[in-house]
């Protein structure tokens, strides 16, 4: 069964970082793209980045570029969210999620195959 369990969410100053990982399980990042997604209270979750398969190439929203990096560690099936200048606006509910393809990789809701449960991320003014 595949699984992805998103972690190290928490409380944060603005200004303050966090990482965040993606645990997997049951499937190889040769073939699986990982991207990241988020909610903010009240509002649709919001794709922002991923990592590709193979290469592990990596592609961002600009709202998140340059703060944020995705990276991956093949041999622990984790990938990570590393964000740095958090502000409050970052609030939401964090989730990783797989998709099936090569090449450049897409984080649209529509087109993962497996999703995390999610992770809170509170960034307090």
């Known amino acids: 069964e595949v699984q992805l369990v998103e972690s190290g969410g928490g409380l944060v100053q603005a200004g303050g970082s966090l990482n965040l990982s993606c645990a997997v399980s049951?499937?190889?990042?040769?073939?699986?793209?990982i991207g990241w997604f988020r909610q903010p209270p009240g509002r649709e979750r919001e794709g922002f980045g991923c990592i590709s398969s193979g290469v592990g190439q990596t592609y961002y929203e600009d709202f998140v570029k340059g703060r944020f990096t995705i990276s991956r560690d093949t041999a622990k099936n984790t990938v990570y969210l590393v964000m740095n200048s958090l502000e409050p606006e970052d609030t939401a509910v964090y989730y990783c999620?797989?998709?099936?393809?090569?090449?450049?990789?897409?984080?649209?809701?529509?087109?993962?195959?497996?999703w995390g449960k999610g992770t809170q991320v509170t960034v307090s003014s």
């Open positions: 049951e499937l190889t990042f040769n073939d699986y793209a």
């Open positions: 999620a797989a998709q099936f393809t090569y090449g450049r990789c897409d984080y649209g809701n529509d087109v993962m195959d497996f």
